[in-house]
């Protein structure tokens, strides 16, 4: 990319990154397997509760990876409680939950983790500061290790890769709140069990927190400012939110905190926007997060945000020629762990390796962790028919019972049953696909709301990307019994007028 390489003698790094995260760690192990003079910085301000961790940023230690944690643990509760004793396990009535095994399991494997990427930053050659950097020039950074006097270094170019932490409203907007919630920061390393629990929110972290916390037994009310995760598609996010419902979570629509305060036995009172008052032992705030860019000396090198504090990047490069930047500092990019490194990679190869390849960010699978997880790439129906038309759309549907749920009949929970009769869990598994008709039936947009959402979406992930059509889909021979056969043979459409929920068979597909 910069053909003055030579130039990088005067420095003492050719490249220094700021943030040891999913982005950061990605970019400087790569591009020292480049032969570059590589130092990256890392350091955890606490949380607003206190809590510190360890090499490797949000993914590693307050993110993904304790979330899929817990989220596995709560799964094993649904299977342990409603299935075994159907499929011959003795289990009995009392099966109870530890809280704070789980959390010794979650934080003993983050340890492990924290572990192997110090080694694996050692193993490239990557210099590891463990200190706060912060620019004093365009190429000049400061740090100051504990017990030590400031210390100043040189790069030639910079990658700032600090990502985001989460945001809790300030005491003018919600007296208490500061002070008395924590976020997802704390919740994977909490002491103590987290009990009856508010989760503030509505999007991806407030969704997998309350949907492990109900699955793990603890009683749990979701307060929604608008809508279930806006911006992805209406029908499968409405879909979530059901199943949520049918395993047990509360949701108070359209509701927002209003006050908060202690009670003289340590919980927490909620006033809330619609009048109502109640008392919780935790409340998780979910509310979205803020790029973790003010205290960087932005100033002193001439770095532009955008008001959120995000960078409006071309190709990962700020309005200094010289300063990179990846991952959940980027302006209107996906906040995704696998997006960040792969941004990483790419950018090392074209500052270090004579690459012109660039970062795709169109197209990118994600997936929500609920119970009944919501896998989706593309497009959803609603920014479909704005982008092509109510007439150039073709939405094909496919609900159903997954075959080892039916088996066992799987019920509700109580809260959600409105009698006797009304029991049984209804059919969690939607399949949509999303496909335009004037594009010969291309799939713009593929959905599914259903066990196992992640697995299933990265390989259908790739047919989107390549541009499969629904003909490519209804010739691919299924898997049997699974449920991701049930994209091989869909034959509803939403404009048939006839109902696309499956009445009995084996799961997603057909037995014959
Ligand atoms: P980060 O991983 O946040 O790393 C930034 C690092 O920089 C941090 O260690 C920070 O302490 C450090 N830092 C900040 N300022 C400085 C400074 N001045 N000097 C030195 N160091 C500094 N994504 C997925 O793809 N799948 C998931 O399932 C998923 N689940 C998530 C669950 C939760 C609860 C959360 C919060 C996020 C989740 N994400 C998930 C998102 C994912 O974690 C982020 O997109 C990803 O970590 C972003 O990587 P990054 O490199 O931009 O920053
Ligand atoms: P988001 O920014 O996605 O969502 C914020 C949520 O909080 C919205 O529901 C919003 O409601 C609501 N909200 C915002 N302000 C307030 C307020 N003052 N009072 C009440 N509600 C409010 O944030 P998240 O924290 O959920 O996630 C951040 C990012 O992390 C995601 O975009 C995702 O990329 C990443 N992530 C990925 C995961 C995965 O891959 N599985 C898991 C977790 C996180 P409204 O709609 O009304 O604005």
């Known amino acids: 990319m910069d053909s003055e390489m030579d130039g990088a003698e005067r420095y003492d790094y050719d490249l220094i990154v700021i943030g040891g995260g999913s982005g950061g760690m990605a970019c ?26 360890g090499l490797g940023g949000t993914c590693v230690n307050v993110g993904c990876v304790p979330k899929k944690l817990m989220h596995y643990g709560a799964l094993l509760g649904g299977k342990l409680h409603h299935d075994a004793a159907k499929y011959g396990w003795q289990v009995g009535k009392d099966v109870k939950h530890d809280w704070a095994t789980l959390v010794q399991t ?13 080694s694996g930053l050692r193993v490239a050659n990557v210099t590891y500061i463990n200190a706060l950097a912060k620019f004093t020039s365009p190429h000049h950074i400061t740090y100051t290790l504990k017990g030590k006097e400031p210390t100043t270094v040189s790069g030639h170019y910079f990658l700032i890769a600090t990502g985001g932490r989460p945001q809790i409203p300030p005491e003018s907007e919600v007296p208490g709140a500061l002070e008395l919630s924590i976020t997802s920061d704390d919740i994977f390393s909490l002491k103590r069990p987290p009990g009856k629990t508010l989760v503030v929110g509505a999007s991806y972290i407030a969704l997998e927190c ?57 919980q927490v009172e909620v006033a809330f926007s619609n009048g109502d008052v109640e008392a919780f032992d935790t409340v998780l705030y979910a509310t979205g997060r803020h790029a973790d860019t003010k205290g960087l000396g932005l100033d002193k090198a001439g770095l532009k945000t955008a008001a959120n ?63 009944f997880e919501y896998g989706c790439v593309g497009i959803s129906e609603e920014i479909a028919i704005e982008r092509y038309g109510e007439n150039d759309i073709e ?21 959600a049953c409105t009698s006797e009769m009304d029991v049984d869990l209804p059919p969690p598994c939607l399949a949509k696909l999303v496909c335009v008709s004037s594009l010969g039936e291309r799939v713009m947009g593929f959905h599914y709301v259903g066990q196992n959402a992640g697995e299933m979406t990265q390989g259908f992930a790739l ?27 869909m034959t509803v459409t939403r404009g048939s007028g006839e109902s696309w929920v499956a009445t009995g068979g084996c799961g997603g597909g057909k037995c014959g």
């Open 28 to 53: 400087a192990k790569e591009s020292a397997m480049q032969g570059a003079k590589v130092a990256l910085f890392d350091f955890v301000k606490p949380s607003t509760q206190g809590t510190k961790w």
């Open 106 to 118: 979650v934080q003993n494997h983050v340890k492990s983790l924290n572990f192997s990427y110090r």
């Open 210 to 266: 309350a949907g492990f916390l109900t699955e793990l037994g603890f009683p749990v009310t979701v307060a929604v400012r608008s809508i279930l995760l806006r911006g992805f598609d209406r029908q499968c996010s409405e879909k979530v939110g059901e199943m949520m419902f049918n395993l047990g979570t509360r949701f108070k629509m359209q509701v927002t905190p209003k006050r908060m305060s202690k009670t003289p036995d340590g």
């Open 309 to 371: 504090g995000k960078f409006e990047c071309v190709h990962e490069q700020t309005n200094v020629p010289h300063i990179f930047a990846v991952g959940d500092v980027l302006f209107g990019k996906p906040e995704l762990t696998p997006v960040a490194i792969q941004a990483g990679e790419i950018l090392a190869r074209r500052l270090f390796a004579q690459s012109e390849a660039r970062m795709d960010y169109e197209n990118v699978p994600t997936t929500i962790f609920t119970p």
């Open 395 to 415: 939405t094909y549907l496919f609900e159903f019972m997954p075959l080892e749920l039916a088996a066992a009949h799987r019920e509700k929970h109580p809260q």
């Open 463 to 489: 047919a989107v990307r390549l541009g499969a059509k629904k003909h490519d889909f209804d010739t691919l021979v299924g898997i049997h019994p699974t449920d991701a056969e049930s994209f091989t043979a």
